[in-house]
């Protein structure tokens, strides 16, 4: 249903695609899943026919986006990560002009409009102005107005960024319904793991513009074998000593140091531990706290990414600056 | 078609929002009778300086408060599409088929309707205070379209200049240094014959001046309609250029995306 090829896109200094690849089969939630300034927002503006790719090629719902824009747009429906809800005209008044625009007239699109509200919850609120709904609300507005023309595939970008958990916890249910029910196809963007690995059933990892690891949440974690253990240190400077001290831990695999977090991977993380804690103390170097536990995505990612999710968005907030209009703002 | 649909569909919006904002339309309305009765009142002995035609102020003033009410609203017309790129809903409307042009279309439909509803207001002011027109309604109408051709030529480059600049601070910036100038640079106040020399030239490029021109001609006594037409072709013009560079704006606006 949507499928990318190679897209580059650079926009002045910073690579925001640097040659991503991807497929997504109909029907189901794929997940694009990376740190802010990834790619992934530049990577869902491109396959909308938003903006253009500088190479490679993609097609969505059968048609080429650089050479059939107008019939990708009609067959995609897009719940931008800015949410594109005009705050002064109410609910109805919203989706009924999205309707419009999308060429649906009369009876048929005030009967649709109703019906989509009222399936998101928000037929109450249908005839109030939007600048007075709450965040989730907004949210759910903008699906139904990315939903009004019936779209085969629906784009969400970073939907819960921002939401409250519990918000958050009903619009996964939402977007979960919508696939099932409407059989959608929904490519959906998250910096959010714990998104990725509850939604989709495929998964691509995007990192510096391009896709580092893909398949669903369970063949990536099952990469990973055994236990992962993180290490807090009393120290950043220690570096290449760790990696020395740690050589002889029996059992102990994928040593990565991290600033302050020494990352390691052993197949029976618990009795590993002791050991670690005394080569590390033979060396004199001190440990704040350590923790244990079953693969996460966010040790594919790091697997993958060659550094952790936390770092990898540390590092693009410094590049943000020359770079936010294009990838997640910060809110 | 569709493009006709569109633009009608966008205009709607745009007047609703409009219209949800009271003190705004208060302001639309009562500004202009402002103008017409302070100007009137301020520059009243106008007519008494040697070499002014006509006898009444008033009667001269008009067409002038008619075009700078319709070219200062026009000029704020962009102000609205950079609340939309900043609310994201441009990038909306440009991943749904509506072509470019309703885009701009919608906004400048929207400032026209304004426009002309501003328009009616002060020919119904004037009235009131016993201007008098001539030609009657047909020349009020050409007045009217004349200010609506330069108003749909300020609006569309407000437009670009929002897409352009996608900043508030840079579009309030062009606008208030061109507003008054391009007001006192043409006859608005004050006939050609009492100007310096070399506004008198300066008017003459002025597109404000061809409205204020066209608009008063039109109302006069005797009508030199050649010369009504050939100010109106110059407006056309000049709206169809600025029309051109707003979609162009809005190609530009996409390539940076």
């Given at each position: 249903?949507?499928?990318?090829?190679?897209?580059?896109?650079?926009?002045?200094?910073?690579?925001?695609?640097?040659?991503?690849?991807?497929?997504?089969?109909?029907?189901?939630?794929?997940?694009?899943?990376?740190?802010?300034?990834?790619?992934?927002?530049?990577?869902?503006?491109?396959?909308?026919?938003?903006?253009?790719?500088?190479?490679?090629?993609?097609?969505?719902?059968?048609?080429?986006?650089?050479?059939?824009?107008?019939?990708?747009?009609?067959?995609i429906g897009v719940v931008a990560q800015r949410s594109g809800v005009d705050g002064e005209l109410t609910g109805r008044e919203n989706v009924l002009l999205q309707g419009r625009l999308q060429g649906l007239r009369g009876r048929d699109l005030a009967q649709r409009a109703d019906a989509l509200l009222a399936e998101l919850g928000l037929a109450d609120a249908a005839r109030r102005v939007a600048k007075g709904y709450s965040g989730g609300m907004q949210r759910r507005l903008d699906i139904a107005i990315g939903l009004v023309h019936r779209p085969k595939?629906?784009?969400?970008?970073?939907?819960?960024?921002?939401?409250?958990?519990?918000?958050?916890?009903?619009?996964?249910?939402?977007?979960?319904?919508?696939?099932?029910?409407?059989?959608?196809?929904?490519?959906?963007?998250?910096?959010?793991?714990?998104?990725?690995?509850?939604?989709?059933s495929a998964l691509a990892i995007v990192d510096r513009g391009r896709v580092v690891a893909h398949g669903t949440p369970d063949e990536l974690k099952a990469d990973l074998e055994g236990d992962a253990l993180r290490v807090e240190l009393g120290d950043a400077s220690v570096g290449g000593n760790v990696t020395s001290a740690l050589a002889h831990v029996g059992g102990l695999r994928e040593v990565q140091v991290d600033g302050r977090t020494l990352h390691a991977r052993a197949q029976d993380g618990a009795r590993t531990v002791p050991a670690l804690l005394a080569a590390l103390d033979s060396h004199a170097i001190a440990v704040a706290s350590v923790t244990v536990s079953r693969p996460s995505l966010d040790d594919v990612y790091l697997r993958f990414a060659g550094r952790s999710f936390a770092a990898a968005e540390a590092a693009s907030s410094s590049t943000a600056a020359t770079h936010d209009n294009h990838e997640e703002p910060a809110r | 078609m569709t493009a006709v649909a569109d633009t009608f569909s966008l205009t709607i919006r745009d007047l609703l929002r409009l219209v949800r904002q009271p003190w705004f339309v208060a302001i639309v309305l009562v500004q202009p009778i402002i103008w017409l009765l302070l100007f009137g009142a301020l520059f009243a002995r106008v007519v008494d300086i040697p070499g002014f035609h006509g006898g009444d102020y008033k009667q001269y003033l008009v067409p002038g408060v008619l075009v700078m009410t319709a070219f200062f609203s026009s000029g704020w017309n962009g102000m609205a599409t950079i609340d939309d790129l900043n609310r994201g809903i441009v990038d909306r409307l440009l991943v749904t088929p509506v072509s470019r042009m309703p885009l701009i279309g919608g906004r400048v439909l929207q400032n026209l309707v304004q426009l002309v509803i501003q328009s009616l207001v002060i020919v119904a002011m004037a009235l009131a205070i016993g201007v008098s027109f001539?030609?009657?309604?047909?020349?009020?109408?050409?007045?009217?379209?004349?200010?609506?051709?330069?108003?749909?030529?300020?609006?569309?480059?407000?437009?670009?200049?929002?897409?352009?600049?996608?900043?508030?601070?840079?579009?309030?910036?062009?606008?208030?240094?061109?507003?008054?100038?391009?007001?006192?640079?043409?006859?608005?106040?004050?006939?050609?014959?009492?100007?310096?020399?070399?506004?008198?030239?300066?008017?003459?490029?002025?597109?404000?001046?061809?409205?204020?021109?066209?608009?008063?001609?039109?109302?006069?006594?005797?009508?030199?309609?050649?010369?009504?037409?050939?100010?109106?072709?110059?407006?056309?013009?000049?709206?169809?250029?600025c029309l051109l560079l707003a979609t162009r704006a809005s190609r530009a606006y996409q390539a940076q995306v």
């Open positions: 249903m949507i499928e990318a090829h190679g897209l580059t896109k650079r926009y002045g200094e910073v690579q925001a695609l640097d040659g991503l690849s991807f497929a997504v089969a109909p029907g189901t939630i794929f997940g694009l899943l990376g740190p802010n300034g990834a790619g992934k927002s530049t990577a869902v503006k491109v396959l909308t026919t938003l903006a253009r790719a500088d190479g490679g090629a993609a097609r969505v719902a059968g048609f080429d986006v650089m050479r059939d824009p107008a019939k990708v747009r009609r067959s595939v629906l784009f969400l970008d970073e939907p819960t960024t921002g939401l409250d958990p519990e918000v958050r916890a009903a619009m996964w249910a939402e977007i979960s319904r919508l696939r099932r029910d409407e059989g959608l196809t929904i490519l959906l963007t998250t910096h959010y793991l714990e998104e990725a690995d509850r939604l989709a | 001539h030609g009657a309604a047909g020349g009020i109408l050409v007045m009217i379209v004349a200010a609506g051709l330069l108003g749909t030529g300020f609006a569309a480059l407000s437009n670009a200049l929002a897409l352009l600049t996608r900043q508030e601070e840079s579009l309030i910036g062009a606008v208030t240094f061109l507003q008054l100038p391009l007001t006192f640079l043409s006859t608005a106040f004050m006939q050609p014959a009492l100007m310096p020399g070399w506004i008198d030239t300066v008017a003459r490029y002025n597109p404000v001046d061809w409205a204020i021109r066209a608009g008063r001609e039109a109302v006069a006594a005797n009508t030199d309609w050649s010369s009504v037409a050939g100010y109106c072709g110059l407006l056309a013009a000049f709206a169809f250029v």
